[in-house]
């Protein structure tokens, strides 16, 4: 049995940045199956040789120290290419032939990683199906779907459709490169492998709890596709989602792809929808100052850069708990990170002599600074009953001996490859995704629209948001992570 991945998209950004880095990284460790091959397809006119002249510089410049000339000698070996035109039939029948013609074992799994222009995908598959590329009666064959998977609810039905008329969900693994990230895949240990925390995982115990996934970088040339995503379809549909839903779910009874996903989507069918004037006091939205002198962006664009919103999960864990989200371009630094603040002690043993505690924190550091903290109340030594906040602190990076974090990307197609779609979304997990972005989105189309908040870049977005926690008597955790 040999493994094929077949890159759609190959002269593109993303296969020369992450996928042949990982695929290589891989590669170095000894986890590529033995007879492992990679073929690239695009419309650039490359041979063989070429394309693999090409990623070996791209390689280089990604992987750094690990680069080794030997190793890619025998890696580029694997790599081949096919100049295909996806809405071409006969660019398929060609592939197949090259396929046959390197699978040198009678069966062989199949991955088809589209890395294309979206508006391609449906084209791409409803091809593989045509040329017979999806028949799996000689070995698996399976699908990795980029983001973004549709615009809205209708188009990823819509995409969700096609799909399923050629490939078998178990067949599809849509990606969402957060679900890749060590720190993410940490949450599930930190919840499910630990007794600790998991009485104190509800409404009992926790006042809310905050998502930020900030960026300190602005649009920059990413104009063109940004202006027409902004913020929500960009950050919100699928990555501050994916962190919510880790981040709230119930156990699954096993760590199996469909029950994982099953408890996930069950976070979604909970988040409560929005109504009337809900928009406008749970959604928040701003714009960076110079976001319209950015390329391809439109002089009157009214595209959100930040947005906040405050969603409840109406359960028997988080029933009234709000989970605030929030996410930014031109902010103060790059930190995702999941802050859960517990409630403040029920009574105040010693009076005016303590400060008002504000309640223990425990903070998820998703990236850079990958790690947790504990906040908790401690007494300054040498004074009456004084007490400070501490902190205990874990790092990734302080284990010693302990290698750097692997990419995303590693991660997730080695799970592919092995047929494991934990990490990958479900279409009715996507679809879900849509139907609670899809009201905001439409809301903030119309006429009632909330204010949209300009901000300077290099801070916490529109200064009008650190209000709008206040009134709610809350405090964003704004704090840039410390790298060593
Ligand atoms: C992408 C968005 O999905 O995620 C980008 O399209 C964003 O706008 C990026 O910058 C953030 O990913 P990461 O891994 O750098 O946090």
Redesign the pocket.
């Given at each position: 049995m040999s493994d094929t991945i077949v890159i759609f998209g190959a002269s593109g950004d993303l296969t020369s940045r992450k996928l042949i880095p990982a695929l290589f990284q891989l590669f170095l460790k000894g986890r590529l199956p033995q007879e492992a091959r990679i073929v690239g397809v695009s419309r650039s006119d490359f041979t063989h040789q070429k394309w693999r002249d090409l990623l070996s510089q791209s390689t280089r410049q990604y992987v750094g120290d690990q680069f080794n000339e030997t190793a890619w000698s025998e890696f580029a070996n694997r790599i081949f290419y096919h100049p295909g035109d996806i809405t071409n039939s006969e660019s398929f029948s060609a592939l197949a032939k090259l396929l046959a013609e390197i699978e040198t074992t009678e069966s062989s799994s199949r991955i088809y990683y589209l890395s294309t222009m979206p508006q391609l995908y449906a084209e791409a598959i409803k091809q593989l199906g045509a040329a017979g590329l999806a028949d799996d009666r000689h070995g698996s064959r399976r699908v990795i779907i980029e983001?973004p998977f549709g615009t809205d609810l209708k188009t990823a039905q819509r995409l969700n459709d096609s799909i399923h008329d050629v490939f078998r969900e178990d067949q599809i693994y849509r990606i969402d490169?957060?679900l890749g990230?060590e720190t993410v895949q940490n949450i599930f240990a930190l919840r499910f492998a630990n007794s600790i925390f998991e009485p104190l995982w509800n409404r009992r115990y926790v006042d809310h709890v905050q998502i930020t996934?900030a960026?300190e970088?602005v649009v920059g040339r990413?104009g063109g596709y940004?202006d027409e995503s902004g913020v929500l379809r960009?950050?919100f549909q699928?990555?501050l989602l994916q962190l919510l839903m880790i981040t709230a779910m119930e156990p699954p009874a096993r760590y199996d792809a469909n029950l994982v996903r099953d408890e996930k989507v069950k976070v979604l069918h909970c988040i409560r929808k929005m109504v009337g004037g809900d928009f406008a006091n749970q959604t928040f939205r701003g714009q960076y100052e110079g976001y319209l002198s950015e390329e391809g962006v439109p002089e009157e664009s009214e595209t959100a850069t930040f947005a906040a919103l405050k969603l409840y999960c109406d359960n028997w864990r988080w029933k009234d708990v709000p989970f605030y989200l929030r996410s930014g371009k031109g902010m103060s630094c790059r930190t995702?990170q999941i802050v859960i603040q517990f409630k403040q002690v029920p009574h105040i043993l010693f009076g005016a002599k303590m400060r008002e505690p504000l309640g223990n924190r425990l903070v998820i550091q998703v990236?850079p600074a990958e790690g947790i903290q504990l906040h908790f109340e401690t007494k300054v030594p040498d004074s009456d009953m004084k007490t400070r906040t501490s902190t205990l602190d874990f790092s990734f990076q302080n284990q010693a001996g302990e290698a750097d974090l692997p990419d995303?990307y590693q991660r997730l197609l080695l799970d592919a490859i092995n047929g494991d779609a934990s990490l990958f979304a479900r279409s009715d997990e996507v679809e879900l995704a849509w139907g609670i972005i899809d009201p905001i989105i439409a809301a903030w189309d119309s006429p009632a629209a909330p204010e949209l908040h300009r901000y300077a870049t290099g801070y916490w977005g529109p200064s009008e948001i650190s209000d709008w926690m206040q009134e709610q008597g809350r405090e964003w955790f704004d704090v840039c992570p410390v790298l060593n």
């Open positions: 983001k490169h957060y990230k996934v960026e970088v990413r940004y960009d950050m699928n990555h995702t990236q995303a």
